[in-house]
C-alpha cells in the first residue's frame, strides 16, 4: 500500500498501486483487480483520481510512442506518454499538440479522461476533439476499439475514467510554424472590459487567457493574447526548474500576502507589451516551479473552476467575484477566460460555450466549505456547471444540475471501476 495524494494535497490515503507496462495484457491485468481506477499523473486537484483503500492502475509505464506519420501528424501511442514528451518529438517536426492544460506533466489517458482544455478553446475546442481513436480496455475482459461518433468514446471523453481503461490512442496534431509565439498583454479595469477584449481578440488570436486580481474592488486583471509566429530564434537552454523544497506549517497564500502580490504583479504587468516566448513558458507557466502545491501548506488547497453560459456570465462573474472578494480569500491564481461556440464532445466534458472563472483556494476549514455553498448556488442559478478534474466536495446535486448527460453515461460506466469521487457523487 501506498500514500497517494492529488495535486491539491487534500488528502494522503492508503492504495493499491498496480503498474500496468504490457499494453497487449490490460485486459487482463484489470479484470481481477476490481473495483479500480486508471491513475496518471495525479494532476487533478480532487478526488477524481483516487479510489482509497482500493486499486490505483498505474498507467505511467505505459509511455511508449507507437508510431508517427509526419507527413499526416497522426501519432500513436500508448496512454501514459506524458504530453511533455508528445512536445519534444513533434515540434521539431513542425507539429504540435492541438490542445494542452496548463501542466505538461499529464499523460494522454488523464487529458482525454476530463477532456482537458487550454488556453485556444474557441478555436480549437478540448483534447478530445483532437483524438482519433482509442483502444479501451473493460473490466470483463473486452478490449474496445472507440472512434468518434461511437457512444463509449463519446462517454469515455470526460468519462472521469469510468468507462474503462485507455490502453492506446491514435491523435492528430496540428501544424505550427515553430516552437515561439507572438504574446500580447494588455491590462483591463473591469469585468465588462475584460469581455469587451476577450470579444474584439477572439477572430484574431488564437490563444486568449486573464489574470484577474480577485480582491481588487474593480476585478481589474491582465489580459493575454497570443499566435503562433515563425521565428529563427534558437531553443532556449533547458529551463532549470526549481523545486518547492518543504511545507511550510501554514499556507504561505493568505490574507497577508494575497493583497500586496496581486498589486505587485499587475503594477509589473499592465502596461501593454509584445513579447516573443517559447512554448514551454507560455502554456505551462507554473510547471517551472515543481512542487508548487505544498505552498498552500499541511492542510492543502482546493480549485474552484465553474463555466457560466455566455448570456449569464457576465452578472455571474461579478458575483461569484464579488462573494470572494467578501470573504478576502482566493489566490493569486485566479483565472478568467472565455470558451467558444463549441458543443463539447463528451457527455460529461466540462468545457461548454461562455466563461470559466478558476481559482485556488487554501483550505482553512468550514469556512472555505461555506464560501463554495455561496458560489455553488451562483453557479446553478446561472445555468453553469463546476469541472470535475479540480473538484473534491461538489454537492451530488450541483452535478446533476450541471450535467444533463448524466443519465446517457450511467449505463455505459464499467461496473468494476469507481474512485473516490464517484462513490461520492454516483454512489458506487
Ligand atoms: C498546474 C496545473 C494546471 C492545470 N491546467 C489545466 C488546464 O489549463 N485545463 C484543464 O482542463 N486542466 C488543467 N489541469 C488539470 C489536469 O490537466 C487534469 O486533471 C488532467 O486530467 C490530469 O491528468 P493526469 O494524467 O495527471 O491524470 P490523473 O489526475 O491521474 O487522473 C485523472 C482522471 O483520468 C483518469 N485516467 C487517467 N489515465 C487513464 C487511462 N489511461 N484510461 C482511463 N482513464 C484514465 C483517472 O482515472 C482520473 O479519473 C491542470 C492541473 C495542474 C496541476
Given at each position: 500500500m501506498v500514500a497517494v495524494s492529488s495535486w491539491g494535497r487534500l488528502t494522503a490515503a492508503e492504495h493499491r498501486m498496480l503498474p500496468l507496462a504490457d499494453r497487449s495484457k490490460v485486459h487482463l491485468s484489470i479484470a481481477g483487480q476490481r473495483p479500480g481506477l486508471a491513475f496518471g499523473m495525479g494532476r487533478s486537484y480532487g478526488d477524481v483520481c483516487?479510489?482509497?483503500?482500493?486499486?490505483?492502475?498505474?498507467?505511467?509505464p505505459l509511455d511508449r510512442f507507437i508510431s508517427f506519420d509526419q507527413p499526416t501528424g497522426r501519432l500513436r501511442c500508448e496512454a501514459g506518454t506524458l504530453l511533455r514528451d508528445i512536445q519534444r518529438l513533434a515540434v521539431p517536426r513542425g507539429w504540435m499538440l492541438a490542445v494542452v492544460p496548463g501542466t505538461q506533466y499529464v499523460t494522454v489517458g488523464g487529458a482525454i479522461a476530463n477532456d482537458v482544455h487550454g488556453k485556444n478553446h474557441h478555436r480549437h475546442g478540448s483534447f478530445g476533439d483532437h483524438v482519433l481513436g482509442f483502444t479501451l480496455a473493460r473490466t470483463n475482459g473486452e478490449l474496445r476499439h472507440c472512434k468518434p461518433g461511437d457512444t463509449l468514446f463519446a462517454a469515455t471523453v470526460g468519462g472521469l475514467g469510468l468507462t474503462g481503461v485507455i490502453v492506446e490512442v491514435e491523435?492528430?496534431?496540428?501544424?505550427?510554424?515553430g516552437a515561439w509565439l507572438e504574446v500580447e498583454t494588455l491590462s483591463y479595469r473591469d469585468i465588462d472590459e475584460f469581455f469587451a477584449l476577450s470579444d474584439a481578440s477572439e477572430a484574431d488570436w488564437e490563444y486568449t487567457v486573464s489574470w484577474v486580481d480577485?480582491?481588487?474592488?474593480?476585478?481589474?486583471?491582465?489580459?493575454?493574447?497570443?499566435?503562433?509566429?515563425?521565428?529563427?530564434?534558437?531553443?532556449?537552454?533547458?529551463?532549470?526548474?526549481?523545486?518547492?523544497?518543504?511545507?511550510?506549517?501554514?499556507?504561505?497564500?493568505?490574507r497577508l500576502t494575497l493583497r500586496p502580490l496581486n498589486t505587485v504583479y499587475f503594477h509589473l504587468k499592465k502596461s501593454q507589451a509584445r513579447s516573443l516566448q517559447y512554448y514551454q513558458s507560455f502554456f505551462h507557466p507554473l510547471d517551472g516551479i515543481h512542487d508548487w502545491n505544498k505552498l498552500?501548506?499541511?492542510?492543502?488547497?482546493y480549485q474552484y473552476q465553474c463555466v457560466l453560459p455566455r448570456a449569464e456570465g457576465v452578472a455571474g462573474i461579478k458575483a461569484l467575484l464579488q462573494t470572494i472578494a467578501r470573504t478576502g480569500t482566493g489566490s493569486f491564481l485566479a483565472v478568467l477566460k472565455t470558451f467558444g461556440q463549441r458543443e463539447p464532445t463528451g457527455m460529461l466534458s466540462f468545457a461548454q460555450p461562455g466563461v470559466t472563472l478558476a481559482l485556488d483556494f487554501p483550505y482553512t476549514?468550514?469556512?472555505?466549505?461555506?464560501?463554495f455553498q455561496q458560489l455553488d448556488a451562483i453557479v446553478v442559478e446561472a445555468g453553469g456547471r463546476l469541472y470535475a478534474a479540480k473538484d473534491a466536495?461538489?454537492?451530488r446535486a450541483v452535478f446533476e444540475a450541471g450535467y444533463p448527460r448524466l443519465n446517457e453515461f450511467l449505463p455505459l460506466r464499467d461496473p468494476g471501476i469507481s474512485s473516490a469521487m464517484s462513490r461520492r457523487l454516483l454512489e458506487s
Open positions: 483516487l479510489n482509497p483503500e482500493g486499486a490505483l492502475w498505474d498507467m505511467r491523435l492528430q496534431l496540428r501544424r505550427v510554424p480577485c480582491l481588487n474592488r474593480s476585478r481589474r486583471g491582465i489580459f493575454m493574447r497570443a499566435n503562433h509566429v515563425e521565428s529563427d530564434q534558437p531553443e532556449p537552454d533547458p529551463r532549470d526548474d526549481f523545486r518547492w523544497p518543504f511545507v511550510p506549517p501554514v499556507s504561505l497564500v493568505n498552500y501548506g499541511p492542510r492543502g488547497f476549514g468550514d469556512e472555505t466549505l461555506r464560501l466536495r461538489m454537492p
